[in-house]
């Protein structure tokens, strides 16, 4: 079956030199507002005959849990199917609080074909200096089942990492001095010295100071003497900042899930692709391949010709036209990148 390509526009607009104005709360952060990883060892229980099965950790871990609730496990040698060793991750922000929720990652770490339907017990998860800032425990969500037309490669793929939903509570609040600061450092998200200068112009007329560049994609800012007295009124005007902005000719591929997004400002020289089967060639002449003597006894290869584009529609309605699947479309656009003639970032997930 053929499928048509299917673009996500990362852009409003095509036109050359099109820029978007956005708040700096989009396209930059400040210092101090970040998250914090935490990650512990768990145990699932309730799978029904889908657990580890050769992982001795797994249930000397059982064995010692049942053992803190005063049970007394089974013998030397039992065997838990039902259950399963995994790692659980989450990130909680620095402002968050005790007993505030989080969403939390379950990830298998022995041979379990599936964690549908199991339950975590309760597992503390710690930072890197190893305190403990939250509990999670709860029933394990898996994504993608619905899904009736998943490719072959994703109904191969085991159930063996899920998420609870909002299943972390926040047990210790992360200590923080931030409104206490003097100097305030602004990051961009996406280094660009355009608009880096830009925010520099802005802090410098609005609020007449002299911001200063620290690095390609930072600006420290020091809070006026007249702001001093509130500087969270400060940091809401520097927020309310607007700058113009436009998105970097990016091409990002998923090759597990055929997806492909198109960023703006992508731009594509004529080319001849020429294949048989698979085998993919480009070549940037706009003229036929020419085969040996040798070759000339073998098929030929299918030569085709893609115009000249300049915007992300034109790349779209090029490829779309030579009524490929998804999983050559993404072997063309890498072959492009590798002859020179796709002018963008190539990102493969």
């Not at 030199?17 to 970040?34: M, P, Q």
């Not at 005007?237 to 992508?266: C, F, H, P, Q, Y």
């Amino acid at each position: 079956m053929k499928y048509k390509i299917i673009t996500l526009l990362l852009v409003c607009f095509s036109l050359p030199g099109f820029a978007l104005e956005v708040f700096l709360k989009d396209i930059a952060s400040i210092e101090g507002i970040r998250e914090n990883h935490l990650s512990g060892y768990g145990i699932v229980v309730g799978l029904g005959g889908t657990g580890d099965t050769k992982s001795n950790v797994t249930s000397e871990s059982m064995k010692n849990y049942l053992k803190n609730l005063g049970v007394s496990s089974a013998g030397k040698n039992a065997q838990y199917r039902n259950i399963a060793s995994v790692l659980v991750t989450a990130s909680i922000p620095s402002y968050g609080k005790a007993g505030d929720r989080v969403d939390v990652t379950i990830s298998s770490i022995g041979d379990a074909k599936s964690l549908e339907g199991g339950v975590l017990l309760q597992t503390p998860l710690k930072s890197i200096n190893g305190e403990t800032y939250a509990v999670a425990s709860g029933n394990i969500a898996i994504g993608g089942k619905d899904s009736g037309e998943r490719s072959s490669l994703s109904r191969k793929q085991k159930n063996t990492v899920g998420i609870i939903n909002r299943g972390g509570i926040i047990e210790k609040e992360l200590k923080s001095d931030f409104f206490q600061q003097k100097i305030f450092r602004i990051r961009l998200k996406d280094q660009d010295f355009g608009t880096l200068n830009q925010l520099k112009e802005r802090f410098d007329s609005n609020f007449q100071v002299k911001s200063k560049a620290v690095s390609p994609s930072e600006l420290e800012i020091e809070i006026p003497e007249s702001r001093k007295e509130n500087p969270l009124a400060f940091l809401a005007d520097l927020e309310k900042i607007k700058v113009k902005t436009s998105s970097k000719a990016r091409v990002v591929i998923n090759e597990r899930t055929g997806v492909i997004v198109m960023g703006g400002n992508i731009g594509l020289e004529e080319v001849a692709i020429a294949r048989q089967g698979m085998n993919i060639k480009v070549q940037k002449s706009p003229y036929p391949l020419y085969l040996g003597e040798d070759e000339k006894k073998e098929k030929k290869p299918e030569i085709q010709k893609i115009e000249e584009a300049t915007t992300v529609s034109d790349v779209v309605d090029a490829l779309n036209k030579l009524g490929l699947s998804t999983k050559d479309i993404i072997a063309i656009l890498e072959a492009l990148k590798t002859a020179g003639a796709l002018h963008a970032e190539v990102m493969i997930q």
